[in-house]
């Protein structure tokens, strides 16, 4: 099956190599195992756990990102492959040389695209969001005032109920946005290096301590599909980060958009925004090619039958 998440968290756990699998081992017993091909990204939580050099080096290969996260599920760490597309150094040069003014332009776009995604996901649930409504028509180039802030003021208390606060250090429902978002990070990375394009060349975010700052600028307008899942999980009572909920994140990957008029799953939806940005780095384009959320009313009616079952 394309588009696999592993997650280690149980300790003890061994991951190597044989012809093409990666297998996972406990005690020396081999307990399961997953094709190469089909593994999109390998989520890490366990505390002792080894992996060997060979199966490092062919996720490095095949551009299969290891994602190392602490108890509260936050990434820290991550491990990418350096050879990403055979145009890897003219791609790399044309995205350290993006003019200031073209990134703000990006970033525009992309807070545009976010909170018109969490306005949407809203709506599904029965909430006014004028305000929102308002935020995205109003983000000037480079976002100087903050609508992406002043949306999620409003976003989360709507969507999660006045008294949560996103903080990911935190556990309860938290847990659920940081496994998810992991999750999103991951596969936006692998994007970005297949696209021949480097993870750490932001647009805005700058965090000395984040290896990844350009995956969290081109995962923004995506974050809300993984709110949405969490969202239905969440009016299920089911607020504790599980097996269950594990697979229920990892599928939203597969969750269907809109891309020129035809059904497409988010993985390949990234695929195609990292690529645009590449047209746009190499001054092909002047915007990104960013996916619609599905109608209100497929998101109220499909989304939430796939959580259910």
Known sequence: MK?????????????????GFCIIEEKGVEIGRIPLDDLEAVIYHSHDGII???????????????????????????????????QTTLRLNAQSNLSQPKRKQIW???????????????????????????????????????????AAQIYWPRLLGNTFRRDPDSDDINGLLNYGYAI???SVVRAIVAAGLHPALALHHHNAADPTPL???????????????????????????TSEEKKILAGTLDW???LDKERTPLR?????????????????????????????????ETWSKICES
């Open 3 to 19: 588009g696999q998440i592993l997650d280690i968290e149980t300790p003890g756990r061994f991951l190597k190599l044989f012809r």
């Open 52 to 86: 060997s050099q060979q199966i490092l080096s062919e996720f490095a290969e095949r551009a299969i990102p290891l994602i190392v996260c602490n108890s509260k599920h936050m990434p820290v760490g991550i491990y990418w492959s350096l050879n990403g597309h055979f």
């Open 108 to 150: 525009q776009q992309i807070v545009q695209n976010k909170i018109k995604n969490q306005a949407k996901l809203l709506k599904a649930t029965g909430q006014s969001c004028l305000e929102l409504d308002r935020f995205e028509k109003s983000v000037k180039s480079g976002d100087p005032d903050n609508r992406e802030a002043l």
């Open 184 to 186: 999103l990070r991951a």
């Open 215 to 241: 995956a969290n600028d081109l995962m923004e307008p995506w974050r809300p599909v993984i709110d949405i899942a969490v969202y239905l999980l969440y009016m299920q009572k089911k607020d504790c980060l």
């Open 256 to 258: 269907d958009l809109w």
């Open 268 to 300: 390949l939806c990234i695929q195609k925004m990292c690529l645009s940005f590449v047209m746009v780095c190499l001054g092909e384009s002047n915007s990104l090619t960013i996916a619609d959320l599905p109608d209100i009313k497929e998101i109220q």
